[in-house]
């Protein structure tokens, strides 16, 4: 069973508008959450994390939410731009364990 | 500072052969991991080290072999390829025990099993 899940393969956006891409999870115990970013024949470069004690952390043009009682979380790109045009993959750190589980990414195409 | 390398970057490999997929990272991590990310699908753990003579299993590890004798080296062997390991791996690692545990990755190797 998925314990990280991306439900959107893709998204498709204007230059200059807001991209939100989501992620759901099941496991109350992970403490942290982490947005990565690929580009093709790259490996994935860290972006943003939230604590799970936590409701918003924001870096520049990223905002990630985190809703726990929904076990939802979201990355918001405000304004969206090409060079952001990626693979998103959405993780959860398990505590204690020096892991993470990995959602199945989310393709964002930002529209020049 | 390279941070974590990985070599070969593309391989072909019949049924049956054997290799080993190199790892190295220069950032002195104690913990170091092994994924394999298939089409559509998001990274899958294979297997992992909290530092030098320690490994453990992820989700996924059955045909692959790992040993972890320094701190920089995590090396990851395929004994007997099979188609189902047509993949692209990565390699990466982290503090670990720092919170948001973030994670350093190589460019990954590309593997195609014929």
């Known amino acids: 069973d998925q314990q990280v899940k991306q439900n959107s393969p893709s998204l498709s956006v204007q230059e200059g508008r807001i991209s939100i891409l989501n992620c759901d999870y099941t496991?109350?115990?992970?403490?942290?959450f982490l947005w990565y970013k690929k580009y093709p024949a790259e490996g994935p470069t860290f972006l943003i994390s939230?604590?799970?004690?936590?409701d918003k952390n924001e870096d520049g043009r990223f905002t990630v939410f985190l809703n726990k009682s929904a076990k939802h979380l979201s990355l918001h790109i405000v304004p969206s731009q090409p060079g952001d045009s990626a693979v998103y993959f959405c993780?959860?750190?398990?505590?204690?364990?020096?892991?993470?589980?990995f959602g199945q990414g989310t393709t964002l195409q930002v529209k020049p | 500072n390279a941070g974590v390398t990985q070599t070969p970057k593309f391989r072909i490999l019949k049924i049956g052969q054997s290799m080993t997929l190199q790892c190295t990272q220069d950032?002195?991590?104690?913990?170091m991991y092994w994924y394999r990310q298939d089409p559509g699908m998001g990274l899958k753990l294979i297997y992992y080290?909290?530092?030098?003579?320690?490994?453990d299993k992820g989700e996924v590890p059955n045909g692959y072999n790992v040993s972890r004798s320094t701190t920089e080296d995590f090396p990851l062997r395929l004994e007997l390829a099979a188609p189902s390991q047509t993949s692209v791996y990565f390699c990466?690692?982290?503090?670990?025990?720092?919170?948001?545990?973030?994670?350093?990755f190589g460019p990954g190797t590309r593997l195609t099993v014929l």
């Open positions: 939230i604590s799970s004690i936590k």
């Open positions: 080290s909290v530092g030098a003579g320690i490994t």
């Open positions: 993780a959860a750190s398990a505590p204690n364990t020096g892991k993470l589980i």
């Open positions: 950032m002195n991590h104690n913990y």
């Open positions: 496991n109350s115990m992970f403490d942290y």
């Open positions: 990466a690692s982290s503090y670990g025990s720092r919170e948001g545990n973030e994670q350093f």
